[in-house]
């Protein structure tokens, strides 16, 4: 029923991953279920056919890899909405059944990307270890709690659920990476503007129009939006045929939002609307505070000008 | 009154020059009254008093010099309206008050840029007479009407209404050069567009602003608009303080010229709309033809983009 | 040594992947070493160390995920080089150790990514099995070799290797996918350029310029150079810091593409050049052929301008 | 002969107006010959011929006017360069033969641009005088010496030169309206760059290309180079046939000024050089002092990355 808040949450799985962990900071999450999938695909599809209210996966994240799909996901097929960005630090954790001295580890199980992304740490404190690579971060800890492998590199959450004992945190080689999920559900009104929000958009474009990127970065540019993230994709037909997924700063309440997506409506082959949901903030004291409207580009401006013309038509 | 089609024009005078035959282009003039004026701004300001309903006067022209009075005049003081152009060949004629061998003609009465357009002519077929320099192409006409020349370079119409013997006719040294006046009234409605218009605008730029000129361009290149004329002017405050006079196709009417000027408004110090009104055309198979909205630039490009944006709004 | 073809290639493994076919397609590695390594940074690493001449790695697929990591790797530590991309068809076989009827295939080994790409194929042939998730192409025909599962998904040269019955070929859902490989090596001079060449480069931009990527493709567009793939990607310190990696149509030695990097260079925070290498060709009447230099972009207008120039500034 | 300094001075007569006034104002012209020509073309072909070294013309004046004869006659014909400007305030008085009450003042004579220049004073201080046009600044003085008339507008110099009583000084209504006077040479080294130059260009734009003057702003705005002017001029032959005539801040010799040029060369139907000169400056506080270059457009940026390119193309 439009207007109920969702209840039914689905999230990328296996239990115990940082999917998990970035879902439990979604308030009415804590009070609704929280199911894992075993794909993005698989999650969305889940809300596309009304099984779920609301998907948790991930869209970009210094680990690599699975953006893609969520992308190509929600660019194809029914039209979903994404309504909440939620950004976490990639916090790996080293964990085991019972804690004992790192030099009794031999075998450690990881997921390749986690194992990348702690390489650094893993020459220096485990230089003798071996790394046996799982399917997930979820399966590690699972590995390292029956036994398997004598400790895990996982999330904090797969420890806890698991009931780990953590060996070493903050072991990723970059301390300030982080991942960011979205939570997103089927089409309806966009959760109203605060006046620090993203619009996600993937924008067509034709193939042989040299200068066509160009062409939108200024339809952006002369209203002043900015863009805060930019992914050329293939759309799957073939390399050399794009889609761009665009992160704009703004939301499609804004005047000069709402005339930055009309210009790319006329001008680009297609354009999806993926949706306007509030930034992630850290802090109230967050350096990447929302900058505001441009001289000239307010809502306020925008009202003023429309006024002109009206004036200028009638020539009243 | 509004709506009562203008029946007392005014034009730059005086009698018998380029000005006066422009006017009689005006089908509405030629059974209204037509009085010349001193200069300009007296025939501008004739208008603004209400004294005239239109003012005829040169905005541009291959002799130069002229435009930058009206233009100024246009952009400061009390708004008025283009209300249509004229342009005409500038079609220059050796006169006198009697067909004589051009071999005595001693002295010939010309404007100094009427000799300078006339140059080549001058110097080829009139190498030895004397150019006595007058104040328009009307007093050259007038001075020889009286004998005080031989002869005067004027328009066809000065030799006309003097009952001139004409010696020589397109005198001028290039053979296509035109003169392009405007009909201007007080503010109102501007004539209805008719696919082929242009639009005039004074456009002011806050002069510390590096690359404010790229902005105003870039405002009008996102909307398909396409720029005729521009003009920098000093503001008459000092040099580097500048005010864009520019002309651009298409109509005030027009969706994506509204959109554009929409966005000068916001983004421009000031704009002064100084009318929208059909292109002169010279003849039905002119090679200038009107450049058709370019892809999805239409009016009804702008109304499905606007109808999009609404229902992502709401959700619907 | 400089200018020594290349003889020891490493690959991203492990064997009878997608990564080992298109090494094959390289006539240097058919009569040199080609040694799988488990990773993309392994296999960055055995060149930038001198263990291995050249890598062949993923850069962008239909498939997704990969490309992160490798993009990472040549934008971060020891500059390394592209000198060749190779692009090759996403052709998944379903194979088996002996060819059964469909209907007895119960379980099928696959990678995650490759199950994705095989959904709708799955869904309508072999809509009861159950699908296991292995780590890579190769471990799932490793898999059907050994008989651990019945059957497995994974490329012609998986099946080959493994000495597999192939019982269904083309099975992705986009016939026409693709990946793209890069042919990595140690920075030297760049192959020479053929009219029909990709240049690809890390673009680092400072964090708080608005319009800062608006800047990036004016530098490329004014020198009419045409984007063929753009990613923003986390530079690794947090979200919101990006570098960009792009493919540009032109060699580094023509004249329009150098004078294009020397801007970026100017301009942007940090550049790094990642090769230029010719494009790759499907066949002599690929219908993506090169764009001609747009007029007054060749090198020879190049040289036109600059002999020009050089005549202003000595005033001959 | 080349590096002689010029000595024989012409300009735009007659005697005793605002061109001479200017010419006064170059040391050189102090100790040379000065000689009244009757028209910007004349002065420019006495140049041009050999028969004098340089010519002292109007480029531009808050009066209008005769700024578009100089710029024609700049970019037709042979080549000319323009070495110096002068900017002169618009300094009008009103001088008699001898002092009188401004009551007795019956008739003045004044240049048709003068007496709109001064519109407001005449109307306040001489409401019932009448004006008489005569043809320059420098007749009217002359007419008010010889008596013909009780008073003239004019240049200081004009009443210094006739001897007439100054009755009223600063009498424009613009106060600090000035007029742009240009120093014209034969080809030739320009004078050495001043790290506060203005270049003169004009360029010809093809008729039928939308978008043709954003292309010619882009090549600038890249190079960080500023617009000080920008006039488009009908190039002669019809209306919609278009020259721009720019002014830029910085000196031909400056890398990003000549990578501008160049730019310009290549993608516009013709360029030509008008000449590099120090800008005009007021006093050492003025406070449209030059712009730096901006960051990553100096000299050494363009030096540094030049040579980071030469580094990429040989692999070094």
Not at 31 to 59: C, I, K, Y
Not at 78 to 93: A, G, K, S, Y
Not at 137 to 164: Q, S, V
């Amino acid at each position: 029923m439009p207007g109920t808040p969702p209840t039914r949450f689905v999230y990328l799985g296996p239990e115990g991953t940082f999917a998990e962990q970035a879902l439990r900071t979604v308030p009415a999450a804590e009070h609704g279920t929280r199911t894992p999938a075993r794909s993005v695909p698989e999650a969305l599809e889940n809300v596309r056919s009304g099984d779920a209210d609301a998907a948790l996966v991930p869209l970009e994240n210094s680990i690599g890899g699975v953006v893609g799909v969520t992308l190509d996901e929600l660019a194809e097929g029914e039209p979903l909405l994404i309504t909440r960005e939620v950004v976490l630090p990639v916090d790996f954790v080293l964990a085991a059944r019972t804690a004992t001295p790192l030099t009794s580890v031999r075998a450690v199980a990881a997921h390749p990307q986690a194992s990348t992304q702690c390489r650094r740490w893993l020459r220096t404190y485990l230089p003798d270890a071996v790394v046996v690579d799982v399917l997930s971060n979820g399966a590690a800890a699972a590995g390292a709690a029956t036994g398997e492998y004598d400790a895990a590199i996982c999330a904090p959450i797969g420890a806890a659920r698991h009931r780990l004992a953590v060996m070493a945190d903050k072991i990723a080689d970059h301390p300030d990476a982080v991942t960011r999920f979205a939570l997103v559900s089927r089409p309806g009104p966009p959760p109203p503007a605060t006046g620090d929000d993203l619009t996600s958009l993937a924008v067509y474009i034709a193939h042989d129009r040299v200068g066509a990127l160009l062409s939108v970065l200024m339809e952006l540019a002369v209203r002043g939006v900015n863009l805060t993230r930019i992914e050329s994709r293939p759309t799957g037909e073939a390399l050399g045929r794009y889609v761009f997924f665009l992160d704009c700063a703004g939301h499609v309440a804004d005047a000069r939002l709402g005339e930055a997506l009309q210009g790319l409506r006329r001008v680009c082959a297609d354009v999806r609307f993926l949706g306007s949901y509030p930034r992630h903030r850290w802090t109230a004291t967050d350096e990447d505070r929302p900058v505001p409207a441009p001289a000239g580009l307010s809502d306020a401006d925008y009202t003023d000008a429309a006024a002109w013309l009206a004036r200028l038509r009638t020539g009243e």
